[in-house]
T-cell receptor
């Protein structure tokens, strides 16, 4: 099992540009989560999906952020337009929605907006 | 809203000593409490978890205790080793079959000195 795969690992972009982060969850997992990690705010849940359906997007900071999960094996987090304060590490995690199964995190995408 | 407080923010111990990290939660409906270890440049990794019907759980050198009345839970690491140095996060969630979203504490940076 390759685990949760995120791409790219690092992204540097200019303010105002569109950024798309990608995630491939573990095969068979039916919940997917996007988290943002910063020194100031720690790990913040942005949005999560159950069976490809968005359940709670209350953590999405602004309309500039959007997330999709078109199928069980792929999700994207898009920021348009990006701003310097969006600089952070973005993690994707997946899980099987059953007792005894915890989250598995990807290695993250480090986003720098200059 | 849901909140998880974690203390201390940093912890330094000598190799071989014990380390204890404490968390409190606000949502009395929380019923699942995992602990994650995050090494530099990696995503958080689940190391142990406990459910609300259990007071204590051990796995080799790590143990977690839960006091539902006081709404706090703790991570205990015995015989610490340099490779235990990392950032540790507690988390809490509610919901049947642990389907709720995880709310994370702010993290504890543990340094184990050889």
């Amino acid at each position: 099992d390759a685990g949760v795969i995120q791409s790219p690992r690092h992204e540097v972009t200019e303010m105002g540009q569109e950024v798309t982060l990608r995630c491939k969850p573990i095969s068979g997992h039916n919940s997917l989560f996007w988290y943002r990690q910063t020194m100031m705010r720690g790990l913040e849940l942005l949005i999560y999906f159950n069976n490809n359906v968005p359940i709670d997007d209350s953590g999405m900071p602004e309309d500039r952020f959007s997330a999709k999960m078109p199928n069980a094996s792929f999700s994207t987090l898009k920021i348009q337009p990006s701003e310097p304060r969006d600089s952070a590490v973005y993690f994707c995690a997946s899980r099987l929605r059953r007792v005894g199964h915890g989250y598995t995190f990807g290695s993250g995408t480090r986003l720098t907006v200059v | 809203g849901e909140n998880v407080e974690q203390h201390p923010s940093t912890l330094s111990v000598q190799e071989g000593d014990s380390a204890v990290i404490k968390c409190t939660y606000s949502d009395s409906a929380s019923n699942y409490f995992p602990w994650y270890k995050q090494e530099l440049g990696k995503g958080p990794q689940l190391i142990i978890d406990i459910r609300s019907n259990v007071g204590e759980k051990k796995d080799q050198r790590i143990a977690v205790t839960l006091n539902k009345t006081a709404k706090h839970f703790s991570l205990h690491i015995t015989e610490t080793q340099p490779e235990d140095s990392a950032v540790y996060f507690c988390a809490a969630s509610r919901g049947r079959s642990n389907t709720g979203k995880l709310i994370f504490g702010q993290g504890t940076t543990l340094q184990v000195k050889p």
